[in-house]
C-alpha cells in the first residue's frame, strides 16, 4: 500500500471515530448540566393564624389544599406573636385570609402591622383574602396601606354571601390564568374596593370587576357591579394581590391561589 494511500485510510477511519467521541462528550456535559442545575427552591407561605389553631383551622385548611398538590411550595401557619417577632424573615410570602380585616390588625398590634409593611417594603410578597383585603387596603385607622384602595359603601359591608361573576381583565386573565372573561366566584361580605388616593403608594392594577352584585341585608343595589374584585399592586419592593371573593372556596379556582402566590413572589 501506498504510504499516502495509509494516510488517508487512517484518516478515514480515525475522522469520524473523533467525531463520534465529540458528540458522545457533549451529550455527556449537558446531561450533567442538566443533573447539575440547582432546582428553583419552593416559595415559603405563610398564612396567619389568628385563632392559634394552627393547619386545623378552616381558613388554613382552604389555603392549604389549594397549595399542597404542588412541590413548588412549603406552607405553615404564622400568629401575631411570631409576625411580630422574626418569622417574616424566614418567608417568601405572607396569606392573610377571610376574617375580620380590623380583628386581625387588633390582634396583629401597631408593632405586627408594621412588620408586614416593613416585610413588603423589602420585597416580601402578600396575599389578601376577603378579610385580608380590608386589611391590606388603605381606608381604615387599623388598614395597612400596602394596596392603594379605598373600600365602597363600608356602612353595608355585611352585604351577605352566595356566588356572584367577576369580569376579568386582559392582565388578570394573564396572572391567574383565567380562560374565561366571566367566572363564578363565591362572595362572603368582601370590600368593594376603588382607586385610593395614597401619593406614596402607586395605583393598583385591576385583574377582575364585580359583574353581578350581592345586595341584602339591607345593602342597596347597584353599588357593587364595576367595583374592583381582585387587585395587585406594589409596596416599596414587594407585591400584593387582594381577592374580595373567596377563590380558595370556590371549586375550579384553587389554580388562582396557587397563581396569586407565584406572582406575588416575583416568579410570574
Avoid at 363565591?186 to 401619593?199: D, E, I, N
Avoid at 345586595?215 to 381582585?230: L, N
Avoid at 371573593?245 to 384553587?254: D, N, R
Wanted: with cysteine; net charge positive; glycine share 14%.
Amino acid at each position: 500500500m501506498r504510504r499516502g494511500s495509509k494516510v488517508e485510510w487512517l484518516a478515514a477511519g480515525i475522522v469520524p471515530l473523533l467525531a463520534a467521541i465529540g458528540i458522545v462528550a457533549a451529550l455527556g456535559a449537558g446531561a450533567a448540566r442538566e443533573e447539575g442545575a440547582a432546582k428553583p427552591p419552593p416559595i415559603r407561605i405563610a398564612c396567619f393564624d389568628i385563632a392559634g389553631t394552627g393547619d386545623s383551622g378552616i381558613s388554613a385548611r382552604n389555603m392549604k389544599k389549594c397549595l399542597d398538590p404542588s412541590p413548588d411550595f412549603t406552607f405553615k401557619t404564622v400568629t401575631a406573636e411570631e409576625i411580630r417577632g422574626n418569622a417574616l424573615s424566614k418567608i417568601d410570602v405572607l396569606i392573610c385570609p377571610g376574617g375580620s380585616g380590623s380583628k386581625q390588625a387588633s390582634t396583629l398590634d401597631v408593632e405586627g402591622c408594621k412588620a408586614i409593611r416593613q416585610f413588603v417594603q423589602n420585597g416580601g410578597g402578600y396575599v389578601g383574602f376577603c378579610a385580608g383585603s380590608y386589611l391590606a387596603s388603605a381606608n381604615y385607622t387599623w388598614s395597612l396601606g400596602i394596596l392603594n384602595a379605598k373600600v365602597v359603601d363600608r356602612e353595608h359591608w355585611a352585604r351577605g354571601t352566595g356566588d356572584v361573576t367577576l369580569k376579568m381583565t386582559a392582565e388578570g386573565k394573564r396572572i391567574l390564568g383565567a380562560t374565561d372573561e366571566i367566572v363564578t366566584c363565591y362572595y362572603g361580605q368582601g370590600p368593594l374596593l376603588a382607586p385610593g388616593s395614597s401619593t406614596d403608594v402607586p395605583a393598583y392594577q385591576v385583574l377582575a370587576t364585580y359583574n353581578s352584585e350581592m345586595a341584602k341585608k339591607g345593602a342597596p343595589t347597584g353599588v357593587m357591579i364595576g367595583t374592583t374584585a381582585i387587585a395587585a399592586g406594589n409596596y416599596g419592593k414587594g407585591r400584593v394581590l387582594c381577592f374580595s371573593p373567596h377563590p380558595e372556596k370556590t371549586k375550579g379556582l384553587e389554580d388562582y391561589v396557587r397563581r396569586a402566590v407565584r406572582w406575588a413572589a416575583g416568579k410570574n
